[in-house]
């Protein structure tokens, strides 16, 4: 019985450092996708952007045990650009913070993505999501008009649209039912575009391997205690 429980151990123990060592790989292409240019404006004015905002169709290469092969996702960090094949760390979007740490913000971009991403069916939602996602990420306003992050004023079609995303989202917040809310945040370190996806049972989350590490070294105490007993 000793033998098989330090096998166990062994084996999760390997589990845990694999996952943690493990490097995933970005690929990004915007062919066939929804969304379209739009005019944004960030880091409290001083830096504009006139690209791509909306859906991103996203290649994993050696991705953890059950994670898809591709999925749709959303930037979060407007202010890198995407390199393709870049090495990025799986991490739960409840960690996730930019521009000071403000409170929540994983959950808030977590809520807009799990309630909106997949019911998306026009290049004006999902400029409207992506740009909700930006504002939720970087402003606690949900101001549009100013801020770290904020639309140009043009762009008539998409505010009204990232508006009603952003009301939603302040009901959530108001009841606190958006805190239950997670994603998957690909995080390059700051060498790359950080991106939302999906979140999948089957990626162990850091909490739980320290659990199912813990839990075997528990396991053989127990039972070098029961042993000692019985002499």
């Not at 979007?93 to 808030?108: D, E, I």
């Not at 101001?143 to 008539?156: N, Q, R, S, V, W």
Request: proline share 3%; hydrophobic share 35%; glycine share 12%.
């Amino acid at each position: 019985m000793l033998k098989k429980l330090l096998s166990l151990g062994a084996v999760l123990g390997t589990l845990v450092f694999s996952q943690a060592a493990h490097a995933t790989t970005l690929t990004s292409s915007i062919a066939g996708m929804l969304g379209q240019n739009v005019k944004s404006y960030y880091n409290n004015g001083v830096s504009s952007f006139n690209g791509w905002t909306g859906q991103q169709n996203n290649g994993v290469t050696a991705g953890p045990s059950g994670y898809p092969s591709s999925f749709v996702g959303y930037c979060v960090d407007i202010e890198h650009s995407f390199i393709n094949g870049e090495t990025v760390s799986l991490k739960n979007t409840s960690l996730l913070t930019k521009n000071g740490n403000l409170p929540n913000t994983g959950y808030r971009v977590a809520w807009l993505y799990n309630t909106y991403s997949s019911s998306i069916s026009n290049n004006v939602q999902a400029a409207g999501l992506q740009a909700a996602i930006w504002e939720a990420l970087y402003d606690s306003s949900m101001d549009l008009t100013g801020g770290f992050y904020k639309l140009d004023a043009t762009e008539i079609a998409v505010i009204g649209q990232t508006n009603i995303y952003l009301g939603a989202l302040q009901t959530a917040i108001g009841n606190n039912s958006y805190l239950s809310s997670n994603a998957t945040w690909f995080d390059t370190g700051g060498l790359g575009q950080d991106i939302v996806g999906p979140t999948q049972s089957q990626v162990p989350e850091p909490g739980l391997m320290s659990l199912l590490a813990s839990g075997s070294v528990s396991g053989l105490w127990m039972l070098r205690r029961r042993k000692a007993q019985i002499r």
